[in-house]
């Protein structure tokens, strides 16, 4: 199955090098440009990907394309492509947010477009991901089962109505970076108290990720684990009052909701 980028950038290169760690693809089925040779040349060469000279030329070689710039330009990307896009009809893969699947085809200038949306975040490049996907309606079974495929071997994924991808955004595409706060908030606390910065971040990451992993496997909710932790009249109880003084459930709920409304401008 070959495989195109256009943009090289964070998000393609988390997908790319998952992908590439599963062993699901090679380098030498990836295609892929973007708008600077300094951002994609060296990359492409490192992983043995095929280099593109032109966003028309990924779509010339692949049989999935990979829409992987910011939304402000998205558009005239599609509009730049949309002969070969047309001629080829490969199946376009957006993870551009804010951008509807309406939208894409229109930008192209294509309604027998194949598009599906998707949202991933950056743990996709340690096999770890959580990504949505929404199929168009020229997109077959067969197309978007690959497609799945191969976001379910770096990661998990959920189908979902595209109306709900700004929710989806705040809970999984934008919050590695919220927990990536946290973690770092934990760290430096210990550091406040003599620890070094590489200890107390990797104690502080290991305390996230079993958390992470009981929410997941046990049968209660998040809530009663919190109740597990709390002994009566203990450390834990005294430092979750203190926390919510200072309104971290509320301030975790307005960040969330910041985001959403960033996504539906
Ligand atoms: N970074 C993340 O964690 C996530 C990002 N996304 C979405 O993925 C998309 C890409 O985000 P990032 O990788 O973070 O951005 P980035 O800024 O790291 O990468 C953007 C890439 O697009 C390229 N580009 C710009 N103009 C171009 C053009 N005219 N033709 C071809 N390439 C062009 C840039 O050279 C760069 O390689 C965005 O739409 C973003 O909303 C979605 C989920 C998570
Ligand atoms: O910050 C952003 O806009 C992108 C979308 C989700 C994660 N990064």
């Known amino acids: 199955m070959k495989l195109g980028f256009i943009g090289a950038g964070n998000m393609a290169r988390a997908i790319i090098n998952g992908l590439i760690a599963e062993q699901k693809i090679s380098g030498e089925d990836v295609y892929i440009h973007s708008a600077h040779k300094s951002s994609y040349e060296s990359y492409a060469k490192e992983k043995g ?14 049989e999935i394309v990979f ?82 495929d191969l976001f379910d071997s770096i990661g998990k994924t959920t189908e979902m109505e595209e109306k709900d991808f700004s ?21 430096r606390s210990g ?24 929410v997941l496997e046990a049968s209660k909710s998040p809530m009663d684990l919190v109740d597990d932790v709390c002994s009566p009249g203990g450390t834990t109880v005294a430092g979750l ?3 919510e003084e200072y309104g971290f459930t509320t301030s975790v709920i307005k960040g969330l909701d910041a985001t959403v409304d960033k996504d539906k401008k």
């Open 191 to 214: 550091v406040k108290y003599g620890l070094n910065k590489r200890q107390a971040t990797e104690i502080a990451a290991q305390a996230v990720l079993g958390s992470a992993l009981k």
């Open 67 to 148: 829409l992987a710039v910011k939304p402000i330009v998205s558009k005239d990307v599609l509009e730049e492509v949309s002969t070969e896009f047309e001629r080829k009809n490969p199946v376009l893969v957006s993870m551009v947010t804010g951008v509807s699947i309406a939208e894409l085809a229109d930008a192209l200038h294509f309604p027998a477009a194949k598009i599906i949306r998707i949202m991933p975040n950056v743990n996709v490049e340690i096999g770890e991901g959580m990504t949505a996907l929404k199929a168009g309606k020229k997109v077959t079974e067969t197309e978007f089962s690959e497609v799945t």
């Open 49 to 62: 990907l095929n280099p593109c000279e032109s966003n028309s030329d990924v779509v010339k070689n692949a």
């Open 241 to 243: 009052l203190a926390m």
């Open 167 to 187: 929710t989806f955004v705040a809970l999984a595409g934008s919050s590695p970076a919220y927990v990536y706060l946290f973690i770092d908030a934990m760290s």
